[in-house]
């Protein structure tokens, strides 16, 4: 029961004593004073929690708190991971990770063309869904063939010439060591086309986006599959970024967690 819940029923007695013996003598008042006193001093530690932030719950989450990211940070890796060393080691692609974004930012030089990589961690997910009726399960073959990284991951691709206007986009999915383009789009103006503000976002909703990838004559689309293995578009890219979303997932997990813990501690 809250301190505010109890205060209530307290003084609700004190309240009903005090109109109906308002006439009474000293013995009386004296009573009265007895029964309204654990109220007051029920309120006034009430008030005095409420002024600090501190509920009776507060404790046992901050604790709770405390015991799952003790148990994430023992879980984690303690250095940088193999995969993200080996993927900088080829120095290739830049990566940008800002700590408490959503979104990661590939980037690379390639001639004259810079070519950027944007993609979501809010793509994960946590839980597999059901791909089997339910109380049955995947037979001992299928389960040992499933892909480590079988969800899908939303990717934008945006490439840009040094004195040249116009940016060309690709919007894509990755999945299973595979980038599934879904279209193509030109801009005439490559901010329109780059940039990452709301403004620019409303501009974009006017364009034409291009027509869907899979409707495009076969031998077009295998040129496009060359333009983008070129230029390091491949399956060791599409394997790599699921996998660093995870890790990138996981890190942003444990700074959740801490941050909710001193908060609730505060």
Same mark, same amino acid.
């Given at each position: 029961?809250?301190?505010?819940?109890?205060?209530?029923?307290?003084a609700?007695?004190?309240?009903r004593?005090?109109?109906?013996?308002?006439?009474a003598?000293?013995?009386?008042?004296?009573?009265?004073?007895?029964?309204?006193?654990?109220?007051?001093?029920?309120?006034?530690?009430?008030?005095?929690a409420r002024?600090?932030?501190? %509920?009776?719950?507060? &404790?046992? =989450?901050?604790?709770?708190? $405390?015991? /799952?990211?003790?148990?994430e +940070?023992?879980?984690? *890796?303690?250095s940088?991971?193999?995969f993200?060393?080996?993927f900088?080691?080829?120095?290739?692609?830049?990566?940008?990770?800002t700590a %408490?974004?959503?979104? &990661?930012? =590939?980037s690379?030089?390639? $001639?004259n /063309?810079d070519?950027?990589? +944007?993609?979501?961690? *809010?793509?994960?997910?946590?839980?597999?869904?059901?791909?089997f009726?339910?109380?049955?399960?995947?037979?001992?073959?299928?389960?040992?063939?499933?892909?480590?990284?079988?969800?899908p991951?939303r990717?934008?691709?945006s490439?840009?010439?040094?004195?040249?206007?116009g *940016?060309?986009?690709i919007d894509?999915?990755?999945?299973?060591?595979?980038?599934?383009i879904?279209?193509?789009?030109?801009?005439?103006?490559?901010?329109?086309?780059?940039e990452?503000t709301a403004?620019?976002?409303?501009?974009?909703?006017?364009y034409?986006?291009?027509?869907?990838?899979?409707?495009?004559?076969?031998?077009?689309?295998?040129?496009?599959?060359?333009?983008?293995?070129?230029?390091g578009?491949?399956?060791?890219?599409?394997?790599?970024?699921?996998?660093?979303a995870?890790?990138?997932?996981?890190?942003?997990y444990v700074?959740?967690?801490?941050?909710?813990?001193?908060?609730?501690?505060?």
């Open positions: 029961m809250s301190a505010i819940r109890a205060l209530r029923q307290l609700l007695p004190s309240s004593v005090l109109a109906s013996r308002a006439a003598g000293t013995a009386a008042r004296s009573i009265l004073a007895a029964r309204i006193a654990p109220a007051i001093a029920s309120r006034a530690f009430s008030v005095s002024r600090l932030g501190e %509920g009776t719950s507060d &404790v046992a =989450l901050a604790q709770r708190l $405390g015991e /799952e990211l003790k148990y +940070i023992e879980a984690a *890796a303690p940088e991971p193999e993200l060393k080996a900088k080691a080829q120095g290739t692609w830049a990566v940008e990770d %408490g974004a959503d979104e &990661v930012t =590939l690379r030089k390639f $001639g /063309e070519i950027r990589l +944007i993609f979501s961690i *809010a793509d994960i997910q946590t839980e597999q869904e059901a791909e009726e339910e109380g049955e399960e995947p037979a001992e073959s299928e389960e040992s063939e499933q892909p480590l990284h079988s969800y991951i990717c934008s691709f490439f840009t010439k040094g004195g040249t206007p *940016a060309l986009t894509a999915m990755c999945q299973e060591g595979t980038f599934v879904d279209n193509i789009s030109y801009y005439n103006d490559a901010k329109v086309g780059t990452l403004e620019a976002d409303w501009k974009r909703r006017g034409y986006l291009g027509p869907q990838f899979d409707t495009l004559d076969v031998s077009l689309q295998d040129e496009f599959d060359k333009f983008l293995q070129e230029r578009i491949n399956q060791t890219l599409a394997y790599f970024v699921p996998e660093y995870e890790y990138k997932e996981q890190k942003e700074r959740w967690l801490k941050n909710v813990k001193d908060f609730v501690e505060v």
